[in-house]
């Protein structure tokens, strides 16, 4: 529900795990996704001063639109409390009769509607003042409260299967009294064959701690413990190369420091490899370990049930972007062009081939995002121009506001608040797009659909956002007053391609690999994972066509991607830009039937599985079409590259 969107430009969700849980053994009521550190879109730079400017819209949040004051919000704490405990009155009892069933589902999902908006109003006070431990208190206390209603309401899912399939069927079949409540219930019968006795449910839940010591360790380990080092540049200043000293000098223009860079960065990764290793073999044997007891096929049949993606999806992205990396080589070459050299190393993909001196205003941002999405039609932009107008977004950075940007849309009844520290930089631009795209299908969905089906899946939750940024550079690329201008868009937009959509495709290829291995009874060693990794990065970049050169001591990369901890979590950066791609050609191209497709999908909420939900609006991600979408856009943006280039000699 809040989407946040990190200074790497990568976004990231963080969900919070709804008290009727839909995915089997979630137990964490909040979830936060490690630093986006393996997202690496900086390819172009943008030089501005940020300005002071005068604008007359609001520029703070108003948070009395969710509490008048503090004290109402204690009062409706201590309602929400005494709400939880009632709670379990239902326990055993949903199979009375329909009517005892709806009342309890409805007091369920309104208190968790409540207590929503108790907490948004906590994390949004304490992100503006990180300082403030008032708030901090508030927020720990409703994300307190979240785990008590998970805990008060774990009988619900039992309970349901229990009653069972056949008869709650004929209950949804006759009557309306629960379609507030189908999805749910059909949702959670579809995933009751891999729901164990409440003993092994014991287990299970017990083994839990036990399970996550790999990825703890490798969290402390890359985080705190190895040992990084520093380097001394051309220019004499000496460089600290942890994540973020490497993020930042890997763009270097110097070749030889970047080289640097990448020597005694990847040196560190190496020298602990066969340590890293054990962690990452923990995380897959964890994972194919549940999958197992949980009577899955394979650890990634197990990751795509939550959401029930067909298997087809992913297998399709991967096939897909294989069978044309040749467009990811034409990439390579373009930028070997532009950055005049004779051959390209793993370590010349991150500097800058051109930069652009230009700033934006808050108005000038709102006026060309207006401008970009006037092909989502007259009503979409009429929501956008009056949400924008209004106080719901904090726009400038302040020294104790949380960094990166995010929406919150999980105040059903209110409306959704968009987090900015905006900068004038195109980044912010795009970033104001991006948000936007979040907020307005937080807005659409939760006017559409009841709560109960409000909140959309991971799987869907980027297209929104990304479809606003690409509109936006289709914009800014058609409009830019010069060939320099329009080249920097056309950068932006195929380094955000690359690091998106091939990058991404190529760690979940590598993900299921590694989970294949250990499933067919093979072991993860350091030099394993590195002669596994080294053949996918190779292939990708072209390194035996002579594309791109990949130095031995670069295949360690895999132990720098925190993502690999997350149970194939990757592969859903790739399918939802490629889902963006797809349906704004088709809005570019057929006009109004493609456009109330693109919104049905916002609409949609959470009322279906994404994937029933994308196919109803004609976008089949089990299919290649969706994929080979993207990449004729990006050959597209290549091709007037070239033109340009050609142009200039
Ligand atoms: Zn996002």
């Known amino acids: 529900m809040i989407k946040q969107r990190t200074s790497d430009g990568m976004n990231h969700r963080i969900t919070l795990g709804l008290a009727l849980a839909f995915a089997i053994g979630s137990t964490s009521a909040i979830t936060a996704l490690p630093t986006m550190a393996a997202i690496d879109v900086a390819e172009t730079t943008i030089s501005s001063e940020a300005k002071p400017e005068k604008t007359s819209r609001p520029t703070e949040w108003d948070l009395r639109d969710l509490y008048p004051d503090i004290a109402s919000w204690d009062a409706a704490r201590n309602d929400i409390a005494a709400r939880i405990t009632t709670l379990r009155e239902c326990k055993g009892k949903l199979d009375k009769s329909t009517a005892k069933l709806r009342e309890c589902l409805d007091n369920i999902t309104n208190s968790y509607k409540e207590l929503l908006r108790l907490y948004v109003f906590a994390y949004l006070a304490k992100d503006t003042d990180l300082g403030d431990s008032e708030f901090r208190e508030r927020a720990s206390i409703a994300q307190t409260l979240l785990t008590q209603l998970g805990e008060a309401t774990s009988y619900v899912n039992p309970e349901l299967i229990s009653i069972g399939e ?64 520093e380097i001394t540049l051309s220019d004499g200043t000496t460089a600290r190369l942890d994540a973020s000293g490497y993020s930042k000098y890997r763009t270097s223009t110097v070749r030889d420091d970047r080289k640097k860079v990448f020597k005694a960065f990847w040196d560190v990764y190496q020298n602990y490899r066969q340590t890293l290793a054990i962690t990452l073999e923990g995380q897959v044997k964890s994972q194919v370990l549940i999958a197992k007891l949980r009577g899955f096929d394979s650890a990634l049949q197990r990751a795509l049930a939550d959401d029930n993606i067909p298997e087809a999806v992913y297998r399709a992205l991967v096939s897909t972007v294989n069978e044309n990396l040749g467009s990811l080589h034409r990439l390579v070459k373009l930028r070997q062009r532009m950055l005049n050299l004779d051959e390209t190393h793993y370590y010349d993909i991150y500097p800058s081939v051109i930069s652009l001196d230009k700033s934006y205003t808050l108005e000038d941002t709102i006026d060309l995002t207006t401008a970009a999405l006037q092909p989502l039609g007259k009503d979409y932009i009429e929501t956008f121009t009056e949400a924008v107008n209004k106080n719901w977004m904090h726009v400038y950075p302040s020294p104790a506001k949380r960094s990166g940007a995010y929406v919150m849309g999980a105040a059903y009844d209110v409306h ?15 970033t104001f797009a991006h948000e936007w795209g979040h907020a307005m299908h937080s807005l659409m969905a939760n006017h559409s659909q009841p709560f109960s089906k409000a909140d959309y899946a991971t799987f869907i939750a980027e297209i929104a956002s990304t479809a606003n940024e690409v509109l936006l550079f289709d914009y800014l690329r058609n409009n830019a007053a010069n060939d320099q201008e329009r080249l920097y868009y056309l950068f932006k937009e195929l380094s955000q391609i690359r690091g998106t959509f091939f990058r991404q495709t190529q760690f979940a290829e590598f993900e299921l690999a590694i989970h294949e291995h250990v499933e067919n009874g093979g072991a993860l060693s350091g030099d394993k994972l590195n002669v596994m990794y080294g053949d996918i990065l190779k292939r990708y970049y072209g390194h035996d066509q002579g594309i791109m050169d990949i130095d031995e001591l670069y295949t360690v990369e895999w132990a720098y991607i925190p993502h690999f901890y997350r149970n194939f979590y990757v592969y859903q950066y790739a399918t939802s830009i490629s889902a963006a791609y797809f349906l704004t050609d088709k809005i570019l191209n057929d006009g109004e039937q493609a456009q109330q497709q693109f919104l049905d999908i916002l609409r949609a909420g959470g009322s279906d599985y994404p994937h029933s939900i994308l196919l109803r609006a004609g976008v089949d991600m089990s ?18 590259v070239e033109t340009i280039l050609d142009k200039q000699q």
Not at 191 to 212: F, R, Y
Request: no cysteine; net charge negative; proline share 5%.
């Open 416 to 430: 959704p608040y968009v987090l900015l520290n905006f900068d004038n930089t195109l980044e912010s631009v795009s």
């Open 166 to 229: 056949e008869r709650l069927s004929q209950v949804l079949e006759k009557s309306d009294a629960l379609k507030d409540h189908d999805f749910y219930i059909k949702n959670t019968l579809r995933q009751s064959k891999h729901i164990l006795s409440p003993k092994e449910e014991l287990i299970i839940a017990a083994s839990a701690d036990a399970l996550s010591a790999s990825s703890n360790a490798y969290e402390v380990l890359t985080n705190a413990e190895m040992p990084w080092p």
């Open 623 to 640: 299919s290649p079409k969706v994929y080979e979408a993207i990449i004729r856009r990006m050959n597209r943006l290549m091709d007037e």
